[in-house]
């Protein structure tokens, strides 16, 4: 028993040694660029925080991150490049979490919000502005004249599955009024109509609009949400609920999206950049401040169940809008 006793004793050391002595996870270290595909337009909203955020994640890596501009389809065709690039983690995309999500209602392309690794990192307010040259002071101007003036009234977006089309349908459904859409490849060109005169107004983000709402060139009517919106030298913009009170809003997450089938340690370490890095991020602390926008990293399950409330209602709004190829509840989409 005793000469049992010590053979046990030594295997017991021996495979504690070999515990201390086992690597620990793998740091995936790039060693080449990586891709980062924004599939909207330069100057929107994607574009502006995807550049800050990329900055940050090439100090962490030690490894150039190349943004990418590949605009159309409303977002589609950036983000299928990225879904189809080869799954060794050095190919993203990015953008508002709920739009990735609604694209199998639309019918633009097939993928679902649990086929991707979702890495947040700030949301995103929807603001009603129109050219200033236009006769509509408040928001009860602009309502009164969409009443009476049923779809001729121009609101610029980026198109169907963007934030500023949700932005005004939602509005539309919520006041029982029309509107003429003109759709754009991105929010910045939708923004930069309404400031020509080429459209009298866009629902594009708060981060969008900002210079030119600090440059007097947009009049900020109203943000589509419940409580104001204060904007770095400017000022407080009016909440929509306003002037309608059970205005439906949620909050609209954007953020840098890597698709599923990636080797594991990519996902680890981007997960623990976010954890210890992103989180703590004066950058994107600073960029959320000067434009209107809510600091909010997030990651994992904690991003999933954020998102999935937004992408929800987009998806039914879609539906109920007639924009929809199919019904969201058949895409893993229950209605809220």
Do not use: C
């Not at 121009?154 to 029982?176: D, K, M, P, Q």
């Not at 910045?188 to 210079?211: F, H, K, Y």
């Not at 900020?220 to 104001?228: C, M, R, Y």
């Not at 204060?230 to 609209?252: A, V």
Request: glycine content about 10%.
């Amino acid at each position: 028993m005793a000469h049992f006793a010590v053979r046990a004793a030594v295997a017991a050391l021996a495979l504690g040694a070999f515990a201390v002595a086992a690597p620990a996870q793998a740091q995936w270290k790039p060693t080449k660029p990586i891709t980062l595909i924004v599939p909207w337009a330069a100057g929107g909203s994607t574009d502006q925080v995807s550049r800050v955020n990329a900055a940050e994640l090439e100090a962490a890596l030690g490894q150039k991150v190349v943004v990418v501009n590949q605009p159309g389809g409303s977002g589609s065709i950036g983000t299928k490049s990225a879904l189809d690039a080869p799954k060794d983690g050095y190919t993203w995309t990015a953008g508002a979490a709920k739009d990735l999500g609604a694209y199998p209602v639309t019918g633009l392309l097939d993928t679902r919000i649990a086929d991707w690794h979702l890495y947040l990192n700030v949301a995103n307010l929807t603001v009603v502005g129109v050219n200033p040259d236009t006769p509509f002071k408040t928001m009860a101007d602009l309502l009164k004249a969409m009443k009476e003036k049923p779809g001729q009234i121009s609101v610029a977006t980026a198109g169907v599955n963007s934030a500023g089309h949700y932005g005004i349908e939602g509005l539309a459904r919520a006041a029982g009024v029309t509107y003429k859409h003109v759709s754009y490849d991105g929010g910045n060109p939708a923004v930069i109509a309404t400031v020509s005169g080429e459209t009298q107004v866009t629902t594009q983000l708060g981060v969008e609009q900002a210079e030119m709402i600090r440059a007097k060139r947009i009049r900020p009517l109203a943000v589509l949400a419940d409580k104001p919106l204060e904007l770095e030298g400017y000022g407080e913009i009016p909440p929509i609920t306003n002037w309608i009170k059970d205005f439906p809003s949620d909050t609209n997450y954007f953020g840098i999206f890597v698709p599923k089938g990636v080797p594991a340690e990519v996902t680890e370490t981007l997960d623990k950049i976010w954890a210890e890095k992103i989180k703590n991020s004066a950058a994107l602390k600073k960029y959320a401040a000067s434009k209107g926008a809510l600091f909010a990293p997030e990651y994992g399950e904690a991003a999933q169940k954020a998102v999935f409330p937004a992408l929800q209602n987009a998806a039914w709004l879609l539906h109920a809008s007639g924009k929809s190829k199919v019904s969201p509840d058949t895409v893993g989409i229950p209605k809220p």
